[in-house]
């Protein structure tokens, strides 16, 4: 008899971490600390953007957090929003600072992030986060591989010694996976669409993660069996919403797998939340 793998559930394991953050701020507010507030700009309209920012604030609020929201025009200036992103570090009510991508074409979003005052740069894409975490001495992590490495937590996965593959080297997730994977232990491999035989290499992973964004690309032959499988991808098809990975098939052979959605989805945003929490510790 075949065996199927676990499903790792993320919308739990996110409610989990939502309900952990919500407990530690109302202790920081109680011995006397402000709540965590959590300033967000959305340059333009994109109505996805305004969607994830909503789920935002109402994690905040969940959480016992505050927020505020900057939503400027299209026409915007770069100088105009990089004078917002100064204020919005120099101001002292100000805990978190998230400015949503993409922003318009005209906007350099490289020189954006990079003007986020380090202590508040909750999503943690500016280049002195990046290099903070590529130096082995985190400050604020990205929020998606956070969630990764939370949910490899939450499953009891062993890192330390474990052959980790990652698949692509996006600034958003494959890079910050690396440090954060190499940081508890793992021997850390990397594949991205150069890489000449992608199965052989997955083949080795005890634990493997795909960060690539097409649709299904990891097939059973691409795992060893027992792994335990991470699947950040988001892909909107025909047949719906699915990941990087084939489900069906690879859940055949894994050992435990992440859904798509349920699975690293949901842990984005709990993350931030988290982060904006400890953003505020470290300023208090
Ligand atoms: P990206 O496009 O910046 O990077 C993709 C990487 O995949 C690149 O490094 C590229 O070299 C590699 N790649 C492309 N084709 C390949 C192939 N055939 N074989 C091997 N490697 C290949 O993407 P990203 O921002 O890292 O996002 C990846 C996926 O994760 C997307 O589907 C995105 O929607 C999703 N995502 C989800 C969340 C979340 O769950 N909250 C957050 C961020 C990204």
Same mark, same amino acid.
């Given at each position: 008899m075949k065996m199927s793998a676990g499903v790792i559930d993320g919308r739990k394991v996110s409610a989990g971490v939502r309900a952990r953050v919500a407990a530690e701020v109302s202790d920081f507010v109680a011995g006397g600390g402000k709540p965590p507030v959590l300033a967000t700009v959305i340059v333009g309209e994109d109505p996805a953007s305004e969607v994830y920012v909503a789920n935002k604030h109402r994690a905040c609020e969940e959480a016992g957090m505050e927020s505020v929201h900057h939503g400027l025009p299209h026409e915007t200036t770069q100088a105009d929003l990089l004078e917002l992103v100064a204020r919005l570090g120099a101001d002292?009510?100000?805990?978190g600072i998230l400015v949503q991508l993409?922003?318009?074409?005209?906007?350099?979003a490289d020189a954006v992030v990079a003007a986020i005052d380090p202590a508040k740069?909750?999503? /943690?894409?500016?280049p002195v986060s990046a290099g903070l975490l590529a130096g082995g001495s985190p400050g604020m992590v990205p929020c998606t591989p956070a969630g990764v490495i939370e949910l490899l937590d939450h499953q009891g996965t @062993?890192? @330390?010694?474990a052959e980790a593959v990652i698949v692509g080297r996006s600034k958003l997730v494959g890079r910050p996976l690396v440090s954060l994977l190499l940081d508890r232990n793992a021997t850390v491999t990397v594949c991205h669409? #150069?890489? #000449?035989d992608l199965k052989a290499v997955c083949r080795r992973a005890d634990v493997l993660i795909a960060a690539v964004g097409?649709? #299904?690309?990891? /097939?059973?032959?691409?795992i060893k069996p027992g792994a335990v499988v991470i699947d950040v991808g988001i892909n909107r098809t025909d047949d719906g919403l699915v990941g990087d990975v084939d489900f069906d098939a690879v859940s055949r052979v894994a050992g435990a797998i992440t859904p798509?959605? /349920? /699975?690293?989805?949901?842990m984005t945003i709990a993350m931030l939340i988290s982060n904006t929490l400890q953003a505020a510790r470290n300023r208090a």
């Open positions: 002292d009510g100000v805990d993409p922003v318009p074409d005209h906007i350099d740069d909750v999503d /943690g894409l500016s @062993e890192l @330390e010694g669409s #150069r890489t #000449r097409v649709p #299904r690309l990891i /097939g059973a032959a691409h798509v959605p /349920g /699975g690293v989805g949901p």
